[in-house]
């Protein structure tokens, strides 16, 4: 019943801009945090970012700190990804998660914290 939908990867030069959407539907949108992992081939996945159910409070990882902003949409049930300043080492699929037990404490940056996952969309920067 839960999906959650993402668009908008593909192929951009490096220093390019990318947006990504994640369409949820079947799950309480408004009171699920959502975040954006990605993963390289080879490689394990790894937290980009993500946005609290309660407030919309935001956290992001080092590495993409002041290039990519998460936000959301909770009247369409949608959840963005605006890639700024994409680099080579952008590369990889991105996945949309939901956790949608409406966790008050803590940022939330592990794998097991996310009970919905999208099915991923490729990124790829070219040098």
């Known amino acids: 019943q839960v999906q959650l939908v993402e668009s908008g990867g593909g192929l951009m030069q490096a220093g390019g801009s990318l947006r990504l959407s994640c369409a949820a539907s079947?799950?309480?949108?408004?009171?699920?945090?959502m975040a954006w992992f990605r993963q390289a081939p080879g490689k394990e996945r790894e937290f980009v970012a993500a946005?609290?159910?309660?407030?919309?409070?935001?956290d992001s990882a080092d590495y993409v700190k002041g290039r990519f902003t998460i936000s959301r949409d909770n009247a369409k049930n949608t959840v963005y990804l605006q890639m700024n300043s994409l680099k080579p080492e952008d590369t990889a699929v991105y996945f949309c998660?939901?956790?949608?037990?409406?966790?008050?404490?803590?940022?939330?940056?592990?794998?097991?914290?996310?009970?919905?996952w999208g099915q991923g969309t490729q990124v790829t920067v070219s040098s």
């Open positions: 998660a939901a956790d949608s037990s409406r966790r008050r404490w803590g940022m939330q940056r592990t794998l097991d914290q996310y009970n919905y």
């Open positions: 079947g799950l309480s949108f408004s009171s699920s945090t």
């Open positions: 946005i609290r159910w309660n407030g919309g409070i935001t």
